[in-house]
């Protein structure tokens, strides 16, 4: 909307500059361009702003296929004024000389030749087309069919319009219509998704399998082992109590050897003992034989009174002094058994 200001009796209008002006002074062409800025009378002016800027248009309509089910259709269109002067002539974009606006809708008035025009040629197109083919490839075959039929209009082209672009968003059936669609295909994705389930649990199986199988032969292993080495201790305990035996034998037969010799030392020492006790014998009896009697009476009583008890007092009664100098006086007879003592 252009921006009017007014001063001394006169209007000023300022435009922005995607802002065409036409500006009509007693019927004859006072300003015509962009981004003008002047003054004018306002008794005598008419003026029209139209945009030049590029404008987007949304447009969501019904259409019916071929199989007679009906379609939502959710497009943009992006057009602009190309000929802001035959715009101006074909369209009302007068704007009020006091406060700057438009007088009539003339953006309604496009939309609605835009969004007809659009809507005529999708509907042609998808009434010649089943459902699952518009679903299928419906947004660009629906696209394509508006692009050349808002470009081949001629009376856009005489309102000084060209669309730009044209892009469709979406083409949906009813809800209904929709859910049973989706059932095919969900069904296929839970299909796949369950296969897949599946193989997971196989493979994890597959798996535990393999490991329980490793663990048994992993056991299987061991016991083998501990065989081994139970047959081994066996082996080594019965080789250990070979060798002690071996050298229990050979300890035995060495002590047995040592106490033989020990034994036949000790005979021989006792025979030379014996030979030496029984010379020394000899010789003492020897000795004794040609001894006189009274000497060996002498050692007699010596070797009688070395094994005598202690005698620490004795006591001597009248009878036995008497007795005992009685038999010391009587000289002994030879041929008597003292007279030999």
Known sequence: MADITRRFGLHHLCAVPTAHIRHLRRGRVAHDGAGLAFRFRPLTAAISEVPVDDRELAMLFHARTSDFQDLTVQATLTYRITDPATAATRVDFG?????????????????????????????????????????????????ERMADGLTNEPRIAETGLAVIAVRVVALRPEPEVERALRTPARELVQQEADRATFERRAVAVEHERGIAENELANRIELARREEQLLAQQGANRRLQAKEEAAADRVATEAEAQRRTRLTAAEAQAARELGDARAAAEAAWLAAHQQADPAVLRALALMRLAEHLPRIDSVTLTPDVLTGLLARLGTPATPGTPGAQR
Do not use: F, K, N
């Not at 000389?97 to 998808?126: F, I, K, N, V």
């Not at 518009?134 to 660009?140: E, H, I, M, N, T």
């Open 95 to 143: 704007i009020d000389p006091g406060t700057g606006s438009w007088r009539a809708a003339p953006l309604d008035q496009l939309a609605t030749l835009l969004t007809e025009t659009a809507q005529q040629h999708a509907l042609g197109l998808l009434a010649r087309t089943p459902l699952a083919t518009a679903l299928a490839d419906g947004v660009r075959t629906v696209r």
